[in-house]
């Protein structure tokens, strides 16, 4: 079956513009995830979401950024107002539940703030 | 904040060689999970380990999670340039948060042919 897809694979940006990325998790997977990604590091939560609901916002690293996700499905992450260290790459991960931790990527979106 | 700390950082090895991945945290997890990441891809998992002290061997790969559950190491025998790759272990339910994984700070692994 299918994976799980991201869009757009790459997005260059200027500074002070909104951005929308675009999250496919796997058909069934009710956990969504959002992680940041800066060259060569490792992953930084941003946001969990069980079904439509985000029990967890706590990573999210400030008011310019915000998530939904709807039916279940496909999540979409909003950048506003775009700064320079906002520069990464954006990872989507989807998992079932109660299996905690099996967390299956998408090939994430990078992003470049001019 | 929990903290999980990858050693080494960076590693260029030969074709053949063989090497340790150690990953750190003061505290203590319900799950260590190993995961592969390739350039332009989202990281893969390759194992979960749960029990303190456990071992799980991967073909030519060993992960042994510690006895306290707040470390973990990664062993690879006769590595191969197919190894390659970007190795982040993740701290699962810290807290008792059982939806969160804890990402670690990531071993960049280069392996000469």
């Known amino acids: 079956g299918a994976g799980v897809s991201q869009s757009p694979s790459n997005k260059v940006t200027e500074k002070g513009k909104d951005v929308e990325l675009r999250c496919d998790p796997i058909s069934g997977h009710t956990a969504l995830y959002w992680y940041r990604q800066r060259l060569g590091q490792g992953l930084e939560f941003l946001i969990y979401?069980?079904?439509?609901?985000?029990?967890?916002k706590s990573g999210l690293p400030s008011d310019r950024f915000s998530a939904e996700r709807t039916g279940e499905s496909v999540s979409t992450l909003t950048i506003q107002r775009t700064q320079q260290e906002d520069s990464a790459v954006y990872l989507c991960?989807?998992?079932?539940?109660?299996?905690?931790?099996?967390?299956?990527f998408g090939p994430g979106t990078r992003l470049t703030v001019t | 904040t929990q903290l999980l700390e990858q050693s080494p950082q960076f590693l260029s090895i030969q074709e053949g060689e063989n090497l340790t991945v150690y990953c750190n945290s003061s505290?203590?997890?319900?799950?260590l999970q190993w995961y592969r990441q390739e350039p332009g891809e989202g990281p893969v998992l390759l194992v979960t380990v749960v029990t303190g002290g456990e071992v799980k061997k991967l073909k030519r790969l060993t992960f042994q999670f510690g006895d306290a559950r707040k470390d973990s190491s990664l062993h690879i025998t006769a590595a191969q340039p197919g190894d390659t790759g970007l190795y982040l272990c993740?701290?699962?339910?810290?807290?008792?948060?059982?939806?969160?994984?804890?990402f670690g700070t990531g071993t960049l692994l280069a392996v000469q042919p």
């Open positions: 979401f069980q079904g439509n609901s985000a029990p967890d």
């Open positions: 993740a701290g699962g339910g810290p807290g008792g948060a059982t939806n969160k994984l804890i």
């Open positions: 505290s203590v997890f319900s799950s």
């Open positions: 991960a989807s998992s079932q539940t109660p299996r905690f931790g099996e967390q299956y």
